[in-house]
T-cell receptor, first 117, second 110 residues
Framework: NAGVTQTPKFQVLKTGQSMTLQCAQDMNHEYMSWYRQDPGMGLRLIHYSVGAGITDQGEVPNGYNVSRSTTEDFPLRLLSAAPSQTSVYFC????????????????FGPGTRLTVT | GQQVMQIPQYQHVQEGEDFTTYCNSSTTLSNIQWYKQRPGGHPVFLIQLVKSGEVKKQKRLTFQFGEAKKNSSLHITATQTTDVGTYFCAAGGGADGLTFGKGTHLIIQP
């Protein structure tokens, strides 16, 4: 199993450009999510999905879109890149969402380092 | 989601010294997870605590969940250079899954 894969590893964008960060998992996990990590801010949830066709917003969704057409893939789209979106982006997956009030172990991808100039 | 505060933000220790990071919440947590992120790497799951007063050990690492389920700690005995990284706690069970603390950066001086 490859686990969670992300492409690209590095990306530089100009302000106003759009792009899609790719995320795929081969563990048949129901739950997938996107986080951004900024110095001193920890991991902040952008969007998440509890299954194919179902997505919802996290803590910091503005400027990002997601879709989940298959169980395996969960791409993150930046609509019009801004310097404030310079960050490291992590995709994560877990077996399921929350069951009986308990969360499942998250498996993280290697991350995408995005710089917006 | 459930909010968690982590302290300290940074911890410098000499190799061989012990290290502890704390995770606190104002509300009762259903469970708590701990992750480690090596410099330049991605977070990796360490453990999950569910029960009040639970204590779990992994070699030199000891994890505790408070009796009131509002706090947790990670203690590393006799740190080694391989322990360098950022340790995150994460609270689960909310409508949007996990909420991560801001992490404690462990810096080890040889």
């Amino acid at each position: 199993n490859a686990g969670v894969t992300q492409t690209p590893k590095f990306q530089v964008l100009k302000t106003g450009q759009s792009m899609t960060l790719q995320c795929a998992q081969d563990m048949n996990h129901e739950y997938m999510s996107w986080y951004r990590q900024d110095p001193g801010m920890g991991l902040r949830l952008i969007h998440y999905s509890v299954g194919a066709g179902i997505t919802d917003q996290g803590e910091v969704p503005n400027g990002y879109n997601v879709s989940r057409s298959t169980t395996e893939d969960f791409p993150l789209r930046l609509l019009s890149a801004a310097p404030s979106q310079t960050s490291v982006y992590f995709c994560a997956s877990s077996y399921s969402w929350v069951r009986l009030g308990l969360a499942y172990e998250q498996y993280f991808g290697p991350g995408t380092r995005l710089t917006v100039t | 989601g459930q909010q968690v505060m982590q302290i300290p933000q940074y911890q410098h220790v000499q190799e061989g010294e012990d290290f502890t990071t704390y995770c606190n919440s104002s509300t009762t947590l259903s469970n708590i997870q701990w992750y480690k992120q090596r410099p330049g790497g991605h977070p990796v799951f360490l453990i999950q605590l569910v029960k009040s007063g639970e204590v779990k050990k992994q070699k030199r690492l000891t994890f505790q969940f408070g009796e009131a389920k509002k706090n947790s700690s990670l203690h590393i005995t006799a740190t080694q250079t391989t322990d360098v990284g950022t340790y995150f706690c994460a609270a689960g069970g909310g409508a949007d899954g996990l909420t991560f603390g801001k992490g404690t950066h462990l810096i080890i001086q040889p």
